[in-house]
């Protein structure tokens, strides 16, 4: 029954060593997002995909990038990451963008946890 | 920035309402109010939205006041496993996160 999915759902990386994210889902949904936890802190989002159209948060740093190859499957990409990128990526869908009048509900993956050492 | 101001937390006990207050007054007009809640160390869940009336499903209901500028998430009968951080938040189509309410159900 699971409907977003994120693989590994705890990584450990090198400091600078460039580390990918998986979400998949099985709803079919065109919208896809990813938002960064850090501990105690609200989720942010990082930027989402509708279909395969991506848009980036203007604060996204550079060293986040985003692939999704096609509709069920998105990944993040942490091209060097710091000790100050160790957090929870959370993977989040949707079936539209808010087209359907604005009430798009969002779907989460359990999140995977990110430690940077 | 979150458009939206809630309480840090607030306690209930097991079997009584709660009610969780939010405060969103510029709200635009096309904007909806989202309730979102996260249970510790879990992906945020989706618990209910609304526009301009009062809605109710089968996990909470949402007041929203007339002139949009605040509501309230009211949960029942609140249980044990309804502790967790409760975010209101105010949008179209992408979700901004507020700090939230921290909501701790006591026996």
């Known amino acids: 029954d699971a409907m977003v999915i994120q693989n590994p759902r705890y990584q450990v990386t090198q400091f600078g060593k460039p580390v990918t994210l998986s979400c998949s889902q099985t709803?079919?949904?065109?919208?896809m997002y990813w938002y960064q936890q850090k501990s105690s802190q609200a989720p942010k989002l990082l930027f989402h995909?509708?279909?395969?159209?991506?848009?980036n948060e203007a604060d996204t740093p550079d060293n986040f990038q985003s692939r999704r190859p096609n509709t069920s499957f998105c990944f993040l990409d942490i091209r060097s990451p710091g000790l100050g990128d160790a957090a929870m990526y959370l993977c989040?869908?949707?079936?539209?963008?808010?087209?359907?009048?604005?009430?798009?509900?969002?779907?989460f993956g359990p999140g995977t946890r990110l430690t940077v050492l | 920035d979150a458009k939206t101001t809630q309480p840090p937390s607030m306690d209930c006990a097991e079997g009584r309402a709660a009610n969780l207050p939010c405060n969103h007054s510029?709200?635009?007009?096309?904007?909806?109010v989202y309730w979102y809640r996260q249970i510790h160390s879990q992906g945020p869940q989706y618990i209910i939205h609304?526009?301009?009336n009062n809605e109710t499903n089968e996990m909470a209901s949402l007041i929203i006041t007339e002139d949009r500028k605040s509501s309230t998430l009211i949960l029942p009968h609140a249980t044990l496993r309804d502790t967790a951080v409760y975010y209101c938040?105010?949008?179209?189509?992408?979700?901004?996160f507020g700090k939230g309410t921290m909501l701790l159900v006591s026996p």
């Open positions: 989040a869908t949707s079936r539209d963008e808010g087209l359907a009048g604005g009430q798009d509900t969002q779907y």
């Open positions: 709803l079919n949904h065109n919208v």
């Open positions: 995909y509708y279909d395969k159209d991506f848009n």
């Open positions: 510029t709200i635009s007009g096309n904007e909806y």
């Open positions: 609304g526009l301009k």
């Open positions: 938040i105010v949008g179209y189509s992408t979700l901004t």
